[in-house]
């Protein structure tokens, strides 16, 4: 059965850090970009990072950029999305979803995690 699972959300204060972990089961992550959405309450789901399958090439919303950093473990079959100087407004439900090549549309994503809540308050 293929699998994705998300973990490494919480509660932290504005700059703090997390990492989140994006595990896969039933399939190798290796074939496969990588896709770190987020969706807060009543708002779209947004993209925020996507590493290529080979690691090669990875990509950042400017909301982002400078604070996030995505990468793979292929040894482990898991992607990772370390998050520093969290913000408020980066309080959401973090999702992982996999496909062949990287895309900012999650609707061209073939498999999704369950998501993973991180809420940043003092």
């Known amino acids: 059965q293929v699998q994705l699972v998300e973990s490494g959300g919480g509660l932290v204060q504005p700059g703090g850090s997390l990492r989140l972990s994006c595990a896969a089961s039933?399939?190798?992550?290796?074939?496969?970009?990588i896709g770190w959405f987020r969706q807060a309450p009543g708002k779209e789901r947004e993209g925020v990072s996507c590493?290529?399958?080979?690691?090669?090439?990875?990509y950042y919303a400017d909301s982002v950029k400078d604070r996030f950093t995505n990468s793979r473990d292929p040894a482990k079959n898991t992607v990772y999305l370390q998050i520093n100087s969290l913000k408020p407004e980066d309080t959401a439900v973090y999702y992982c979803?996999?496909?062949?090549?990287?895309?900012?549309?999650?609707?061209?994503?073939?498999?999704w995690g369950q998501g993973t809540q991180v809420t940043v308050s003092s």
């Open positions: 590493i290529s399958s080979s690691g090669a090439s990875i």
């Open positions: 039933g399939f190798t992550l290796d074939n496969y970009a």
């Open positions: 979803a996999a496909r062949v090549y990287c895309s900012g549309r999650a609707r061209v994503y073939d498999y």
